[in-house]
């Protein structure tokens, strides 16, 4: 049997290395408008550059100019019709790139140990605490993990406040007369950062039509960084647990801290 003859690919190492960056950005591109209209958009695209492609091939003039006048402008289309997807994904490289840029300055002129020991141990017992008596009261609440804390990012939209963690100051964070209790409250570094931040809200439609602005934010800022956040309902008083723009419903207080100890 003859073998297949593959020297016409000719390929360089170069070339492998385009193919993987070029999989790695559609993969992350997916990944960045899955469960949003986004996809449908898409889909709709490619379908329309599909049947432009066969009327071309069969010589039908008229609709392959009309679907050709579509084609000759997607590129700026495609900038209009997706520009939240595109400020997204540019907003998700430019803050993750400032935060590793700042975890490398602090490695460098601090050195590893010094970092390691920046970045202490949040103890899971306060929260886990607080949200139970939370769930049982009734009151609504919004609680980021963030494993690079950024200033600008938080606290632009919050109040700082670089406290400790405790019961009580949650509690009295998210009691229903406090002024900080609308928003998140960001913990980093075994801290509380910041309360009462605005967070960006998920608009992925597959998202349960009871969902509403807490579960939406917390889902949201799980999509757009490495953070998770703990949620709990004001109406029905379940806890959720969100991470990587996925939530996970009517979480145990022993799955809770089971969680919250292997990601934070």
């Not at 390691?116 to 769930?135: G, H, L, N, R, Y």
């Not at 939209?157 to 100051?169: H, M, N």
């Not at 956040?229 to 969100?242: K, L, N, W």
Request: charge should be positive; glycine fraction near 6%.
């Amino acid at each position: 049997m003859d073998r297949f003859d593959l020297s016409f690919l000719h390929l360089r190492f170069l070339d492998i290395v385009d193919i993987i960056l070029v999989a790695f950005i559609i993969y992350y591109i997916y990944n960045l408008i899955r469960g949003t209209i986004a996809v449908n958009i898409v889909l709709g695209l490619i379908i329309i550059y599909l049947v432009y492609l066969i009327t071309e091939q069969l010589q039908m003039r008229l609709l392959s100019n009309i679907l050709g006048g579509f084609v000759s402008v997607g590129f700026l289309a495609l900038i209009i019709v997706f520009q939240q997807e595109i400020r997204r994904f540019l907003l998700l490289i430019g803050k993750n790139a400032a935060l590793h840029r700042n975890k490398l300055w602090k490695t460098l002129l601090s050195g590893k140990k010094e970092l390691e020991k920046e970045a202490s141990f949040t103890s899971v017992k306060p929260i886990i605490d607080a949200c139970k008596t939370m769930q049982s009261s009734r009151t609504g609440a919004l609680i980021v993990f963030a494993k690079y804390f950024d200033d600008q990012y938080y606290q632009n939209t919050g109040e700082p406040i670089d406290a400790v963690v405790s019961k009580r100051l949650i509690e009295t964070i998210f009691r229903k007369n406090s002024p900080l209790h609308d928003g998140a409250v960001v913990i980093s570094e075994g801290k509380i950062k910041c309360a009462s931040c605005i967070l960006p809200v998920s608009d992925n439609i597959k998202l349960p039509p009871q969902f509403g602005l807490r579960h939406r934010a917390g889902i949201g800022i799980t999509e757009m960084s490495d953070a998770v956040a703990v949620i709990v309902s004001e109406e029905t008083g379940q806890i959720a647990y969100a991470k990587q723009g996925r939530v996970r419903m009517d979480v145990t207080f022993r799955d809770l801290e089971k969680l919250l100890t292997r990601d934070i």
